[in-house]
């Protein structure tokens, strides 16, 4: 007993000593070395000798994160937005739902930012890598034709998405160079470059007075050499790994930037113009020497890194956040637009996370005055009222309860092409400057007012335009036939100035 408990003390012994002195052996440089317990015991080492051993095989160790293809190419597992197996699907009818409400959101965006002066609003969905280089992954993994995605695109519409796989695939069978890393997630500088002169041609149809970089600046001018990327790195293999690293023409321009902190104006670099990560806070860019004098939004991911170079060179002042900290719930997309009033706002997001829910969101109601730009569409009559008592001259209305509403006909059924806004012209007798209002609507299949047919809206007093394109569950593809007028918190406005609403259009 007591030689076994002297073994088991020396053999622990051994490794509290085997450990620190492997991490001192094995470390990178002499500055790595770090006398603190996090250095010297830990036992990364272990997990990487393991991955060292097994990937000749074929195996990894984590293949959530990492699957092992053929020819050193390392491609994402199901540890992120379920790469693998949603692109091994036939999209379901949920998928197609979920692509109708992400093209209907976007559509609302696409109205918002019209109405706040942006000229153009396109979204590019970067692909993954398993899309271009199928062939070099087990055959297990490999895409399938109609995937989640490719319903996405169906059903949201091809008016604002940019889809770059086709681009992609078609320069890679004419190009003999890599457009993504081998052991990164990323597409490289060349594969970007591809991406960035589709985005310019499809956005240039939009807006035809962009200039945009000549064919030269995507000319490649070279390979360099890097260590592994963030795949390789997952299995502690970085080191291990490198990839060609291709160098473009934009890269030696004489564009010069600044980056600066855009909450609190502090420069935090300055010179030259490399590529920027996808920042959690907002980061403005500016360039001197840049072909158009013009500020852009720009929501983006990882993606957005070896593109960023482009944007620099093309446009003056580009605003970067990562699209999940603005279009999150309680995001600050709407305000960033309101306050840097960007000409162009464009969004770059990598497939696997296009289907995200924070992209089925909806904008902030625009609301608009009335002024001679709009024609009527439709007009309106009160057919009944409730809870509402008229004055003698029918000129208000006082609330006489809790569910006061007015039930309005439409002098003609009018589609949400044909009547983009709704006119409403109410004021409060207790001066009160906003009234909280739930509209209700029939369409031409339905019979009677329903809570799913209907949004709650904080509408100012007055004659105010509502652009029904921005309103979360307005229905874009049928015709309405009846509105109702709910007035919520009634105890605030005991009386009532209303006019018969109407539907207008441009």
């Not at 690293?245 to 909450?263: A, H, I, N, W």
């Not at 047919?453 to 904080?458: E, G, K, R, T, Y």
């Not at 004659?463 to 009846?482: E, F, H, M, N, S």
Request: glycine letters at 6%.
């Amino acid at each position: 007993m007591k030689r076994s408990i002297l073994a088991f003390v020396l053999f622990v012994s051994f490794i509290l000593l085997a450990v620190p002195a492997i991490n001192i052996y094995f470390a990178p440089s002499r500055e790595a070395i770090k006398m603190e317990k996090s250095f010297l015991f830990n036992v990364d080492f272990v997990s990487r000798w393991t991955a060292a051993l097994l990937y000749p095989l074929g195996i990894s160790t984590d293949p959530k994160k990492v699957i092992v293809g053929k020819d050193d190419w390392l491609y994402l597992g199901d540890g992120y937005q379920t790469t693998v197996s949603d692109d091994r699907r036939v999209a379901t009818e949920a998928d197609r739902v979920l692509g109708r409400q992400i093209g209907a959101a976007t559509k609302a965006w696409d109205s918002y930012l019209k109405a706040h002066g942006v000229q153009v609003f396109s979204i590019m969905i970067g692909p993954n890598k398993s899309s271009i280089y199928p062939e070099n992954m087990p055959s297990w993994a490999r895409p399938i034709s109609h995937n989640p995605v490719d319903a996405l695109l169906q059903e949201a519409g091809s008016d604002i998405f940019i889809d770059l796989r086709p681009p992609l695939l078609k320069a890679k069978k004419t190009l003999n160079e890599d457009l993504y890393f081998k052991t990164d997630t990323h597409w490289n500088a060349l594969g970007a470059g591809i991406a960035f002169r589709h985005f310019a041609e499809q956005v240039g149809k939009a807006d035809p007075n962009i200039r945009w970089p000549s064919e030269k600046f995507y000319d490649l001018i070279g390979n360099a050499k890097r260590k592994g990327g963030d795949l390789a790195n997952f299995l502690r293999l970085s080191s291990s790994f490198s990839d060609p690293e291709p160098r473009m023409f934009s890269g030696v321009l004489p564009v010069q930037t600044s980056q600066v902190d855009y909450l609190t104006g502090v420069i935090l670099r300055t010179g030259g113009n490399p590529g920027v990560g996808a920042p959690s806070k907002p980061l403005l860019v500016r360039s001197e020497g840049a072909l158009n004098k013009k500020k852009v939004l720009w929501l983006r991911d990882s993606f957005g890194d070896a593109l960023s170079p482009l944007m620099a060179s093309t446009f003056s002042d580009v605003l970067h956040l990562h699209w999940n900290r603005a279009i999150k719930p309680g995001g600050n997309f709407a305000q960033l637009v309101e306050e840097f009033k960007p000409d162009y706002v464009f969004v770059t997001v990598v497939e696997r996370a296009a289907r995200s829910a924070e992209f089925s969101y909806y904008p902030p109601t625009v609301l608009l005055a009335m002024n001679g730009d709009f024609k009527i569409a439709s007009d309106t009559e009160v057919v009944s009222i409730n809870h509402l008592k008229p004055s003698a001259d029918g000129a208000d209305f006082n609330v006489v309860g809790n569910d006061a509403y007015f039930d309005v006909s439409l002098n003609k059924p009018i589609s949400a092409v044909d009547g983009q806004y709704l006119g409403l012209d109410l004021i409060c007798a207790d001066g009160s400057l906003s009234v909280p209002l739930q509209l209700y609507w029939i369409d031409e299949s339905g019979t009677s007012y329903s809570q799913a047919n209907s949004v709650s809206l904080q509408l100012p007093v007055g004659a105010t335009l509502i652009d029904l394109r921005t309103v979360y569950k307005w229905p874009a593809g049928v015709v309405i036939k009846r509105l109702r007028v709910d007035l919520e918190q009634t105890k605030f406005c005991s009386r009532i100035k209303f006019k018969s609403p109407k539907f207008l259009t441009k």
